[in-house]
C-alpha cells in the first residue's frame, strides 16, 4: 500500500496546488481521466475524501490539506535533493579529496596541480600526502594516485606514467670504492634506499634477472632526499632517469651497472572508486592527463 502511496504523492499535490485536475494532467504529462481515475482509487485506498469537486472548482477537504502540508514539504525536499545531486555530478565546482606520495607531487605533478587550481578556482581540493597505498574501497578519496599493478579489480585506474629508477653514484663515491661490474657487488657499495621499495633490489639485463639483498646505509621516505645523499657521494641510489639527467649531464653521476635495469620499473595510475564521476573529478583527471610530464 504505501508504495503506491508514494507513487500517488506527486499528483495529489499537482491538483492541489493547481486547484485543476486538467491543469494538473497538463503539467504531469498525462491524461485528465487518468489522473481523475488514480485520485480516486487513492482515496479509496485511504478510505478517505481528499478533494470537493464541482464543475469549476477542486478544494481541499480537511484530510487533503493535512496530506498536502505534510507531503508536499517531502517532495519539495525530495526534488531539491535530486537537483543538487545532479548539479554537484554536472557542475565543475564542490569539492575533490586527493591523496597521493609527496614525491609525486613534488618531482612530476606539482606544476599540473597549480595550473588545474587556476583554471578551476570553483573546485575546492584536499590533497593529502600518504606513505603507504590507500584502499579506495573504504578511505574518503575521490583520486588516489597509486603505485604498481596490484589494483582492485572494482577501481577504475587510468595509466599516468611508468617509472623505471636506474643506479647511479657520485664520483666521490667511486674514488673511494670499486666500480661494480655485477649486480651481486653492490653488497661492498653503502647502497641508499628508498623505503617503499625496501631492500631487495631486482635486476635484470634482458638474459639474467637477479635479486639483489643490499643492506642500507641511509633509508628514506622521500625520493628527493635519496638524490641529495646520492650527490653527496654517501651511496648508490636508486633514481629515476629524469631526476637524475642534468647531473649526470654535468658529470654530479655516473650510472651504475648501465647494462642492467635498476628494477622497480612500475606504473603510476589515478584511481576512482567509481567510472560514475561528478564532473569536477573527471575535468581533474582529464587535466592531470593532459599536462602531467611524462
Not at 33 to 61: A, H, P, Q, W
Not at 88 to 114: H, T, W
Not at 248 to 270: A, I, K, T
Request: proline share 6%.
Amino acid at each position: 500500500m504505501v508504495p503506491e502511496f508514494l507513487n500517488d504523492v506527486p499528483l495529489l499535490v499537482e491538483v492541489a496546488r493547481r486547484k485543476s485536475f486538467t491543469k494538473a494532467a497538463e503539467s504531469l504529462g498525462i491524461g485528465v481521466s487518468t489522473l481523475s481515475r488514480r485520485i480516486k482509487l487513492l482515496e479509496e485506498r485511504m478510505g478517505v475524501l481528499l478533494f470537493y469537486r464541482d464543475t469549476r472548482n477542486v478544494e481541499l477537504t480537511d484530510n487533503g490539506a493535512y496530506l498536502l502540508d505534510r507531503c508536499g514539504f517531502i517532495l519539495d525536499e525530495t526534488r531539491k535533493a535530486y537537483d543538487s545531486v545532479v548539479g554537484n555530478m554536472q557542475k565543475p565546482s564542490g569539492l575533490i579529496r586527493v591523496c597521493m606520495f609527496r614525491d609525486l607531487y613534488e618531482r612530476l605533478l606539482k606544476n599540473a596541480i597549480l595550473d588545474f587550481a587556476a583554471t578551476w578556482p570553483d573546485i575546492q581540493m584536499e590533497l593529502t600526502f600518504v606513505e603507504q597505498p590507500v584502499d579506495m574501497r573504504t578511505d574518503p578519496y575521490d583520486v588516489a594516485f597509486l603505485i604498481g599493478s596490484n589494483i582492485a579489480p572494482s577501481l577504475v585506474a587510468r595509466k599516468l606514467v611508468t617509472i623505471e629508477p636506474h643506479l647511479y653514484a657520485a664520483p666521490s663515491l667511486l674514488e673511494r670504492y670499486p666500480l661494480p661490474r655485477e649486480p651481486g657487488d653492490l653488497s661492498g657499495l653503502p647502497c641508499i634506499v628508498l623505503q617503499r621499495f625496501g631492500c631487495r633490489w631486482p635486476m635484470h639485463n634482458g638474459e639474467r634477472q637477479v635479486f639483489v639483498e643490499v643492506q642500507p646505509q641511509y633509508s628514506f621516505s622521500s625520493v628527493g632526499v635519496c638524490l641529495d645523499f646520492t650527490l653527496a657521494g654517501h651511496g648508490v641510489g636508486m633514481i629515476r632517469g629524469r631526476d637524475a639527467e642534468s647531473a649526470e649531464q654535468s658529470g654530479r653521476l655516473v650510472r651504475v651497472l648501465p647494462d642492467w635495469s635498476g628494477g622497480f620499473v612500475h606504473d603510476v595510475s589515478m584511481v576512482t572508486g567509481s567510472s560514475q564521476l561528478p564532473r569536477r573529478v573527471r575535468l581533474f583527471m582529464d587535466h592531470i592527463l593532459d599536462h602531467a610530464p611524462a
